[in-house]
Each structure stands twice: as C-alpha cells, then as structure tokens.
C-alpha cells in the first residue's frame, strides 16, 4: 500500500454504486468483490454511504498526513479521494443515472465531506461525471453546486431559518415515503 501526501489531495470525488434503489443491498464488501474482478487490488473507494446513512470504509485516508489513493477516476486517483453512495438508478430507468440519495445519505455526505474539508482544505468537491476525462453519469447530480449550496448554508447566521439543500429525487423519494413535511 503506497501512500501519498495529504497536500497532494485536490479533489473529493463523488460516486454512486449505479444500483437500482429497491434491489439488493450493496455493502462495501459487495463493491470490494466487483472492484477485484475488474483487475483491482481491492474496493476503490475510500468512504462509502448506505440507504440507511451508516458509513462503511474502504482505502486508508486517515493516515496523519497522508493517504492511501483509490480507483475511482482515471488520472485523478493519486489526487483525489472518494465518497460513494449506495443508488443512482431507479426501477423505472435503470439505465439513467439520477441522485437517489436518502435524506440519511445526504446528511451522511455532508458530515463526511466536512470531515474531509478539515483534512483537505484546498480539495474541490466534484462529481465524477465532471472530473477530467470522465465519461460517465456518476453520481446523478451535480455535485459541486450541491455542495456549494451546502456551503452556502453554512454560511447563514444561527438566528436565520435554514433550508435544508435536498435533491429532486431525494425530495420525490420523500414524498413516495412519506417522509415529506
């Protein structure tokens, strides 16, 4: 395992599983077996959010000052790190991906990415559709203005109502849920 230092990590990468919501459970294991067969050492993600927003780890970022890079975007690796969601495609289309991202999902990515922002201050959160050379769907959403909206919320004073930044389809998903108020 090779490590590389943390100054060196210019992105936080967003992925999804690219699984149908509603079908089998995925777990990092799952994902570490589906990696191995495409030829890779091991799972190649770093962190990895569940329906439920439990988090599971893959590859080593918390090493003091260094980091373990992943497989998950071509060229970038050895500067990125990476935070990947359980979805990204519905029943109805499963060859379109789209954020499916549950309410605990995203508070889990959020928490995790702040994490990492305390980590890698400099890092820019990207979706890996948007990283350079990608060709890809992943994660089904624009990430960064995501997480500019996130950090647009942060931004606003305590005594001020927040709105919590949620997907379109994690909104559907909400009202298909009941979960919606």
Same mark, same amino acid.
């Given at each position: 395992?090779?490590?590389?230092?943390?100054?060196?990590?210019?992105?936080?990468?967003?992925?999804?599983?690219?699984?149908?919501?509603? *079908?089998?459970?995925?777990?990092? %294991?799952?994902?570490? +077996?589906?990696?191995?067969?495409? !030829?890779?050492? &091991?799972? =190649?993600? #770093?962190?990895? *959010?569940?329906?439920?927003?439990? %988090?599971?780890?893959? +590859?080593?970022?918390?090493?003091? !000052?260094?980091? &373990?890079? =992943?497989? #998950?975007?071509? *060229?970038?690796?050895?500067?990125?790190?990476?935070?990947?969601?359980?979805?990204?495609?519905?029943?109805?289309?499963?060859?379109?991906?789209?954020?499916?991202?549950?309410?605990?999902?995203?508070?889990?990515?959020?928490?995790?990415?702040?994490?990492?922002?305390?980590?890698?201050?400099?890092?820019?959160?990207?979706?890996?559709?948007?990283?350079?050379?990608?060709?890809?769907?992943?994660?089904?959403?624009?990430?960064?203005?995501?997480?500019?909206?996130?950090?647009?919320?942060?931004?606003?004073?305590?005594?001020?109502?927040?709105?919590?930044?949620?997907?379109?389809?994690?909104?559907?998903?909400?009202?298909?849920?009941?979960?919606?108020?």
């Amino acid at each position: 395992m090779a490590y590389r230092p943390a100054k060196d990590v210019k992105w936080i990468t967003i992925h999804y599983t690219a699984t149908v919501v509603g *079908g089998p459970a995925v777990t990092i %294991e799952t994902i570490d +077996r589906w990696h191995r067969e495409r !030829g890779f050492r &091991e799972v =190649g993600y #770093h962190f990895y *959010g569940r329906l439920d927003g439990s %988090e599971e780890t893959g +590859r080593d970022v918390l090493a003091d !000052g260094r980091f &373990e890079p =992943g497989a #998950h975007s071509r *060229g970038e690796n050895s500067a990125s790190v990476s935070v990947c969601y359980e979805g990204g495609l519905l029943p109805s289309d499963p060859n379109t991906g789209v954020d499916t991202r549950t309410p605990e999902q995203i508070e889990w990515m959020i928490g995790r990415i702040r994490k990492l922002k305390k980590l890698y201050p400099n890092a820019v959160v990207e979706g890996h559709r948007d990283m350079p050379g990608a060709s890809t769907q992943c994660p089904g959403f624009d990430a960064a203005a995501w997480w500019a909206e996130v950090e647009a919320q942060d931004a606003i004073p305590p005594d001020v109502e927040r709105t919590e930044p949620v997907s379109p389809w994690a909104r559907f998903l909400q009202l298909i849920l009941g979960r919606l108020k």
